[in-house]
């Protein structure tokens, strides 16, 4: 399978080169080509998305063949899949069957997720002390506690020198965000070079 | 070259007269004179058959604490007279173990000399009494070889480190001993613990009558009958063998290398260890030791270190009448075992203290280093093996064994009749091998081994269980073994050729088990599974959590069910908040918008909260015709919840009245994250079939809706790189709508004017909808119990951490303490 | 029943099913997590089906004219269904490097172009006083531009993480890197503090919308 590997590099390393040209240089055919390219990478990752979801399927009903811990659970998840997804098929996205899995189902249970959420942070907080005491977790705490402050809205306005913290805390977030920022952008950069030279091939080619 | 399982062949020791050393001639010739002397004493005492195997060092041992006496103690212990007395030292250290030790370690055959040292050195005894008498010259025939000289030399070496006390001098006649000494001293490496041995022709001459018994064997040496001539005969006349009692003359030799000092009883015993010497060589008893002389009148070539060790004949004709006694001994078989068929058995089956089996025959062997008082027993085991037995008891089986080590010391080169391999195993006997110094100086005959000789060969003892018969052996024919049979046992089939079975048993202490089984327990300590926090702590953390859950219920559900909405809004707009109304304004109307939908179900309640105030006034300021775009698959499905909860398609008056299709557009999903939105961007109908432009440049706006800075990222990158190459794109707006968890991150691309406005979270939108009178929508309706929910985080979290931090604090003080 | 009701009560039953978990894990909350999955990739698999693959691939069969050109990405996208077996799964390599080829390229492009060169010409143009419109604008930007240049120079030698044994052998940064680290550390703890309060308060917004679900279905139901 050496070949294929040689080959499937060869088809990485050319898409990319295609399309990272073509935010530089703008000759013909390049735009083309890389539009399309582009648009074959839509298909190919919509085609992912069916491959995922059919694997989640197989691994769930191995648990169920094999009658694992939490097999139930498992059918429970492929019928409900397969229900939405036949209905789906049929009916379309749009139609209101289709929407009331929405709002029935995804919206409140990732919603009420994201809820308690708010309890679990702030029992966090409180026991973050007893797990780590340092300067940094004094910091962290004391920041966003400084933070809620200035935000926080009062019966009797905004607390004073609301703007200063901000001010001052917006700035030292802000250089801290842009250092964030350039540092995933280096990252990204990174990583990327290294696909498109054939270091890293997650594709499978090695 | 001896084999495995076969015996030593048995020589004629007068056939190698001639290879003798001068010195040991001497010797020899002056035990023949003295011979005649002690005739008498030893005809009248009883004769005491040793079938044992020499120890040739015995006496060695009881001579090394020996002071400088003149006659030897093996030579005084061959005066039967002398041998009664109580001569031996009282003083036996264990010296004569560590020269026994240093020719065991010569012969590299393993030690075990407790028996040695435990028993009685009877032979120390014989070397005491050896010792009081005055040296006697001892000559031997001519014919003695330079390797009998070495060997004596040697022999004096490992002996000397006895550092026995010298035993009591006995009168005695060994004169011939100091003609070793000189002579060795002429020709060997003098060592300087030679005092021991060096007594000993000083215990010769001291004990001149017992030495003159025990010296009688030296007469027969090379087959002399009579004393005086033991040698002079030619090669293949064994010398006939002293009638002396050879038991107590031979005793010094069974004293070799033990330590206890030879006690006043044990002239029975060394009667016993010294028949072998009587035996030696035909000689029935042994010859009188000269008188002492002092060590400077003796030739060096008559002044052994040692007592010459015997021989085996050298012939068939040595076992005539005409052999000694002592002689006879020595062609006869070995009492003992050939080595390597189970020598080691052979040992542990015999009593140490005496009953030994009829001595062998000794074969013929080479006279260097020939001792006297050397039993005619076959020496066949080897040096250690044999001091196994005679340093336990004084077996004259041993002393040959002793005798042949004491050559093999003394040998600097070995002859050839000692290279040439053995034919099989059987009594040597040299039938018409006549040995003359001129032959053996000439031409290297081969000759066969004595048996004395072949038994010192080294061989391997585990394998001689199953060794086979080594004449049932095909000789080598090539290779270092040709010529060789037996050299490498050949098992029977099937067996399997096993090292000695040895104990894998660790030896280990008491100590080391104790500390491996506290290491095995903290090994054990860490691979078990810790046990799991206590249920107080647990329930202590549940406790936690469920007033948490209820205050926070409680608190916000009191807040939204009042319907409160007391809590005032700031009306400073932030600047990127201003500057997306300031966007939103400049949006040309009815011109096609596109609505980037980019967050999940979970933060729908707040990104509808924040987004619906700038939607609903761009709506209804500028009419646009909405697009909706999702790059996640449930962003799709959240299209027209938002529009429904901002009351975009809402009837009017209450909604906008817009209307899918026409005024707002779903287009779906659109896969392939960074790539699918430069797709997009590229061409939007090729991305996206159901778009409503062309061109991307043709939407007057951009709007992301995003709860995570990363998918804001990747449309500011994109859309900014695509601005660098499409100038038409430098005049769209790029509009955030961000949740809170968002915002900060998407901060920096505001400063650098990539995002032209973002509302982030929950108070921008309430400031936005103050600020621009749009109708009160979700975020006014939030905004007092977002309030009360901030201010309750903010004192549980300050109160809460305040009480954990003591509470660690005091764990941590417990802890160390 | 309308399905707006039918939608309101299971959305109340699958909210109170979640909300569960504060008591402890239990088989309800279990259950609803489930189902969620479930229908969550069955209504993701619909949304491509109908969004992607049908108007992308499958419509355009139709047309003779668009099927030559559809035949690798028609290939490609079935070929990824033999990843499915690991033993053809190298079938679907080739699609999965175009994609990979083609989102790296993507991301490159992007981080260069989008975030690199203009964050660093924002942090140089924040000491452009020219723009400031007056002078006291022109020195709150001085302070703001020193502090977020400040932020971004301390944050990335944070992440610098290259050292160098010492004498003694341990192994230990750079002085003057692990003095920019150290301060970088309060950069950063500072911005998390600022990013954790964003989250409590993007999740306190959820709690309090879901709440308000709760309140108000049984206020309407009540008929209060």
């Known amino acids: 399978m050496r070949i294929v590997a040689i080959l499937s590099a060869i088809a990485a390393i050319s898409a990319g080169i295609i399309v990272l040209l073509g935010y530089f240089v703008s000759i013909p055919p390049l735009p083309d080509l890389r539009l399309l390219l582009t648009d074959w990478a839509i298909l190919i990752a919509g085609m992912a998305v069916l491959v995922g979801i059919y694997n989640l399927v197989a691994v769930q009903m191995e648990k169920i063949r094999t009658r694992q811990k939490g097999g139930a659970y498992g059918a429970l998840l492929v019928l409900s899949l397969i229900i939405t997804f036949g209905f789906g098929l049929l009916l379309g996205p749009e139609d209101p069957w289709m929407r009331l899995a929405v709002e029935a189902v995804i919206v409140p249970v990732e919603a009420a997720l994201m809820a308690i959420l708010a309890v679990t942070l702030i029992y966090a907080s409180i026991r973050l002390f ?77 | 070259m001896l084999q495995i399982g076969e015996k030593p062949t048995k020589k004629n020791t007068g056939e190698l007269e001639p290879i003798l050393p001068e010195w040991l001639r001497d010797v020899r010739q002056q035990a023949r004179e003295s011979a005649e002397e002690n005739a008498a004493q030893e005809a009248a005492q009883p004769k005491v058959q040793k079938n044992e195997p020499p120890d040739l060092l015995a006496g060695l041992a009881s001579q090394a604490g020996a002071d400088d006496d003149a006659i030897p103690d093996w030579l005084a212990g061959i005066n039967p007279a002398t041998a009664a007395k109580p001569s031996e030292s009282p003083a036996r250290e264990p010296a004569p173990s560590m020269a026994q030790d240093d020719r065991l370690s010569l012969m590299g ?68 001993l100091h003609d070793l000494e000189a002579s060795a001293k002429r020709s060997a490496e003098p060592s300087a613990p030679r005092q021991d041995l060096g007594s000993m022709p000083d215990n010769a001459s001291s004990q001149p009558s017992s030495g003159g018994e025990d010296l009688s064997w030296l007469n027969n040496l090379g087959g002399i009958s009579e004393p005086s001539q033991p040698f002079d005969q030619p090669q293949g006349k064994p010398v006939p063998a002293q009638p002396a009692a050879p038991q107590e003359d031979l005793s010094w030799l069974d004293n070799l290398g033990r330590t206890e000092p030879s006690q006043p009883t044990q002239p029975p015993a060394a009667q016993e260890d010294l028949s072998w010497l009587d035996n030696l060589g035909g000689t029935s008893e042994l010859p009188q030791p000269e008188p002492a002389r002092p060590s400077s009148d003796v030739p060096d ?38 080595l390597g068929a189970g020598a080691l058995s052979w040992f542990a089956s015999h009593d140490l203290d005496g009953n030994q089996p009829a001595a062998t025959q000794e074969s013929s062997a080479s006279l260097s280093g020939e001792m006297p008082g050397l039993s005619e027993e076959t020496p066949s085991p080897p040096f250690g093996q044999a001091q196994e037995t005679g340093g336990s008891t004084p077996s004259s089986e041993s002393l040959p064994a002793s005798n042949q080590d004491v050559d093999a010391l003394f040998s600097m080169d070995v002859p050839d009749w000692l290279s040439n391999p053995e034919s099989g195993v059987s009594d040597v006997s040299l039938q018409g091998a006549e040995i003359s110094p001129a032959e053996a100086g000439a031409s290297l005959a081969p000759v066969e081994l004595p048996s004395w000789v072949q038994a010192m060969r080294p061989v391997e003892a585990f394998i001689s269980e199953a060794a086979a018969g080594t004449e049932d052996q095909a000789p080598e024919r090539e290779g270092p073994l040709a010529g060789l049979r037996g050299v490498i046992p050949l098992l029977p089939i099937g067996s399997s050729r096993r090292p000695k079975a040895l104990s894998l048993t660790l030896q280990a202490t008491d100590e080391q088990q104790a500390g491996a089984a506290l290491l095995e327990q903290i090994l054990a300590g860490e691979t078990a599974a810790r046990p799991l926090v206590t249920s107080s702590s647990v329930a202590s953390q549940n406790v936690l959590r469920w007033v948490l859950t209820g205050l926070v219920m409680v608190v916000l559900g009191a807040m939204i069910g009042l319907r409160s909405q007391s809590m005032p809004v700031s009306t400073a707009l932030p600047v990127e908040v201003s500057a997306a109304s300031n966007a939103i304004a400049n949006i040309p109307e009815g011109a096609p918008v596109l609505v980037v939908v980019d967050y999940e179900p979970a933060l729908a309640g707040e990104l509808e909260a924040v987004s619906g105030p700038l939607l609903d006034n761009m709506v209804l300021l500028r009419h646009p015709n909405l697009s909706f775009l999702s790059t996640s698959p449930n962003g799709s499905a959240l299209v027209e919840r938002l529009v429904s909860n901002t009351k975009i398609n809402g009837p009017a008056p209450e909604g906008l009245g817009y209307q899918p299709g026409v005024q707002y557009f779903n287009l779906g999903y659109l ?105 009160p929508g979700i975020a006014r309706t939030y905004w007092d119990a977002f309030g009360i929910g901030l201010l309750l985080a903010i004192i549980l979290i300050t109160f809460g951490s305040l009480w954990s931090l003591f509470t660690g604090i005091r764990l941590r003080r417990a802890g160390a303490e | 029943m309308s399905l707006d009701l039918l939608s309101a009560i299971f959305g109340l039953i699958f909210t109170l099913m979640v909300f569960s978990y504060l008591l402890g894990d239990n088989p309800l909350f279990r259950v609803a997590v489930y189902i969620f999955v479930g229908v969550s990739s069955g209504y993701a698999a619909t949304v491509v089906w109908h969004y992607v693959l049908v108007p992308k691939l499958f419509e355009p069969l139709r047309d003779p004219n668009q099927l030559v050109i559809l035949v690798i990405p028609l290939i ?117 503090g600022v990013l954790f309060a964003g989250v409590y308060m993007s999740a306190l917004t959820a709690m309090i919308e879901r709440l308000g679900f709760v309140i108000n279905f049984f206020r309407q139901f009540i008929g209060i």
């Not at chain 3, 175009?98 to 203009?118: M, N, R, Y």
Request: charged share 20%; aromatic share 8%; with cysteine.
């Open chain 1, 130 to 206: 007893q797990r780590r005491m340092d300067v940094m977790s004094v910091l962290f705490l004391l920041a966003a506690v400084v933070f809620m402050l200035a935000i926080m809205p009062t019966p009797f306005g905004p607390i004073p020198g609301d703007w200063f913290i901000l001010l001052v805390e917006g700035a030292i977030a802000r250089g801290g965000a842009r250092g964030l920022l350039i540092g995933i952008a280096l990252g990204t950069l990174l990583t990327g070079l290294r696909v498109l030279f054939g270091m890293d091939r997650p594709y499978g080619g090695n």
């Open chain 2, 109 to 176: 055959e393993p030690e075990d000399l407790s028996d040695v040292r435990e028993e009685k050195d009877e032979l120390s005894e014989w070397f005491s009494r050896a010792s009081e008498q005055p040296g006697e010259p001892f000559t031997f025939e001519p014919g003695e070889s330079q390797d009998d000289l070495d060997l004596m030399s040697n022999l004096d070496a490992s002996a000397a480190s006895l550092q026995q006390p010298a035993p009591p001098k006995e009168e005695e006649d060994l004169g011939w």
């Open chain 2, 671 to 775: 896969p392939g994250g960074s790539a699918g939105v430069l797709a997009f961007i590229q061409s939007p109908q090729t991305a996206i079939p159901a778009a409503d432009v062309e061109n991307f440049s043709q939407y007057a706006a951009v709007i992301v809706l995003t709860d995570h800075a990363e998918s804001g990222r990747v449309w500011v990158e994109q859309l900014d790189a695509r601005k660098q190459s499409d100038p038409a794109l430098a005049s769209q707006p790029l509009l955030m709508v961000a949740s809170a968890q968002a915002g900060p991150l998407l901060q920096p691309y505001v400063s650098s004017r990539q995002v032209a406005g973002m509302i982030s979270g929950l108070p921008d939108a309430a400031r936005y909808e103050s600020v621009n009178n749009v109708p």
């Open chain 2, 301 to 338: 070539s008559s002044s052994p270190i040692l007592s010459p060790r015997r021989t085996a004949p050298l012939s068939e004709e040595a076992e005539n009448e005409s052999l000694p006694e002592w002689l006879k001994s020595a062609t006869e078989e070995p009492s003992m075992p050939p």
């Open chain 3, 76 to 192: 490609l996208c079935f070929s990824l269904l033999a990843k499915l077996t690991p033993r053809i799964s190298w079938i679907g390599n080739f699609a999965m490097a175009v994609l990979v080829g083609v989102g790296a390229a993507a991301a490159i492009g992007g981080a260069v172009l989008g975030t690199l060169i203009p964050q660093v010409q924002a942090a140089i143009d924040a000491f452009d006083f020219r723009a400031a419109p007056s002078a006291s604008d022109a020195f709150f930007g001085l302070l703001s531009g020193i502090v977020m240049l400040m932020g971004t120079v301390f944050t990335l030698g944070y992440f610098h993480f290259s050292a160098e044994r010492a004498a003694d052998g341990k192994i230990r940064r750079n002085r003057v890197f692990e003095l920019i680290a150290s301060i970088g550390r309060i950069f950063i703890a500072i911005t998390f």
